[in-house]
Structures are given as structure tokens and as C-alpha cells.
């Protein structure tokens, strides 16, 4: 069964960086698509970045130039690096990844203080 177990979490200033790292295993199928998606406090859930099968990515209007998405496929791992944060950015953030169908990771606090 696939399992993602995600890490990285934590509370910063803003202006500081953090780096989330989700961890997939059990994966038979096609991965067509990896990333994360963030859910604030009384907000919908929203996709934050994406990497795709053939490394293009996706980022939210809101996060571009700060956040950086990256993939080591050989471990089935990506990761999210967020720079300059803001305290827009505090949420849950969820790991998502898309085979036949999706999947969530339990999701990690990220909380920036001003």
C-alpha cells in the first residue's frame, strides 16, 4: 500500500526558510505526479507546487519565486523548499501524489510568525 510520511515542518519568522521533505513508499503504478497542497485555518485546501512525471512544474501565483519543488526519483521523494516566508503561508501543508489515483500524506504544521 502506499504510504507518504512527510517531514520538515516547524514554526518560523517570516523571512525564514524551511524545507519539507515527503517520503513515498509502495508505489507499483506510475507516478504521474507529485507535490503538495496547503490548507490554513478556516480556508480550502490549495495546491501550493507540483512536479510532474516529466520534471515540469507547477506553482500557486502566490508562492512563485519563493518555493522550490524538487523530486529524487530514484527514492520517490520530493521536497519543497520555502524561502522567505510569510505569514500567509502558515497552513497545514499536505503531500499529494497522483498514480491511478491520489494519495495524502497526514500533513505538517507550518507556522510563520511575524
Known amino acids: 500500500q502506499v504510504q507518504l510520511v512527510e517531514s520538515g515542518g516547524g514554526l518560523v519568522q517570516a523571512g525564514g526558510s524551511l524545507r519539507l521533505t515527503c517520503a513515498a513508499s509502495g508505489i507499483v503504478g506510475i507516478v504521474n505526479a507529485m507535490g503538495w497542497y496547503r490548507q490554513a485555518r478556516g480556508k480550502q485546501r490549495e495546491l501550493a507546487a507540483i512536479?510532474?512525471?516529466?520534471?515540469?512544474?507547477n506553482y500557486a501565483d502566490s508562492v512563485k519565486g519563493r518555493f522550490t519543488i524538487s523530486r529524487d526519483n530514484n527514492k520517490n521523494t520530493v521536497y519543497l523548499q520555502m524561502n522567505n516566508l510569510k505569514p500567509e503561508d502558515t497552513a497545514v501543508y499536505y503531500c499529494y501524489i497522483m498514480i491511478s489515483r491520489v494519495y495524502w500524506g497526514q500533513g505538517t504544521q507550518v507556522t510563520v510568525s511575524s
Open positions: 512536479v510532474e512525471r516529466g520534471g515540469a512544474t
